[in-house]
């Protein structure tokens, strides 16, 4: 992994609020009943996952370790289990990162000062 400039890092967690917000907006008003039988919308949910996951892994330590408030390891394993197991996701699991892991790390994402200097 390289070490990306303050500007480049950025972009990286500007796409990670993207997709987020995105999964926020097609889960929502769904239950997890209704999420799990819509196709389209899960396969859209784990991509956007996977994304975050992938965005996360571009954001250089340092700034990870100044940010302990976003859970870094378990954006990125999360990622990871997605793409390599997904004949094993647990509904119930992806529901609950659905429902409370997204928009906690929307806000933390959302909150992390500019570190720019």
């Known amino acids: 992994m390289s070490e990306a400039s303050p ?3 950025r972009f990286y967690i500007d796409d990670m609020i993207q997709f987020a917000e995105k999964v926020a907006e ?3 008003g769904l239950d997890q009943q209704s999420f799990v039988a819509n196709g389209l919308v899960y396969d859209a949910t784990v991509r956007n996952l996977e994304l975050i996951g992938e965005a996360a892994s571009h954001v250089p330590e ?3 370790a100044e940010h302990p408030q976003v859970p870094w390891r378990m954006v990125v394993a999360t990622r990871n289990r997605l ?3 997904y004949l094993g996701i647990d509904n119930d699991t992806l ?4 429902v409370t892991d997204v928009p906690k790390l929307i806000s933390s994402l959302r909150n992390m000062p500019d570190l720019d200097n």
Request: hydrophobic share 45%; aromatic share 18%; no cysteine.
């Open 7 to 9: 500007r480049e890092w």
């Open 95 to 98: 529901w609950s990162m659905v």
């Open 26 to 28: 097609y889960t929502s």
């Open 83 to 85: 793409i390599h197991g």
């Open 62 to 64: 340092l700034v990870r």
